[in-house]
């Protein structure tokens, strides 16, 4: 079993920057994929960025290409999303997640956090 919790969602103005973090616990996180998604009000459930478990081979949605980057730190056990360049279309609750296999945007990976609220707006 895997727990993840994320931490650092907030209330932030348009074209401000945000670092979500997600620590794990309960296994070696060292051993699985990690990614971010995340889920506005009233809308699907959109995949964001994953990383892979070496962290030698990240992606990136297209909508966030450019403005947010996805790491991991695993002596700490823990993933981090930095967001630079917010848009009110960025706003919605942003979900950490891990897998033992590949984490993209077609498949769901098996363990989920609680997720954090991110809300861009003037």
């Known amino acids: 079993q895997v727990q993840l919790v994320e931490s650092g969602g907030v209330l932030v103005q348009p074209g401000g920057s945000l670092r979500l973090s997600c620590e794990a616990s309960?296994?070696?996180?060292?051993?699985?994929?990690m990614g971010w998604f995340r889920q506005a009000p009233g809308k699907e459930r959109e995949y964001v960025a994953a990383i892979s478990w070496s962290g030698r081979t990240k992606h990136v949605a297209d909508s966030a290409k450019g403005r947010f980057t996805i790491s991991r730190d695993n002596t700490k056990n823990t993933v981090y999303l930095q967001m630079n360049g917010l848009q009110p279309a960025d706003t919605g609750v942003y979900y950490c997640?891990?897998?033992?296999?590949?984490?993209?945007?077609?498949?769901?990976?098996?363990?989920w956090g609680q997720g954090t609220q991110v809300t861009v707006s003037s």
């Open positions: 309960g296994q070696l996180l060292s051993t699985y994929d």
């Open positions: 997640t891990a897998d033992q296999g590949q984490i993209d945007q077609f498949g769901s990976p098996k363990y």
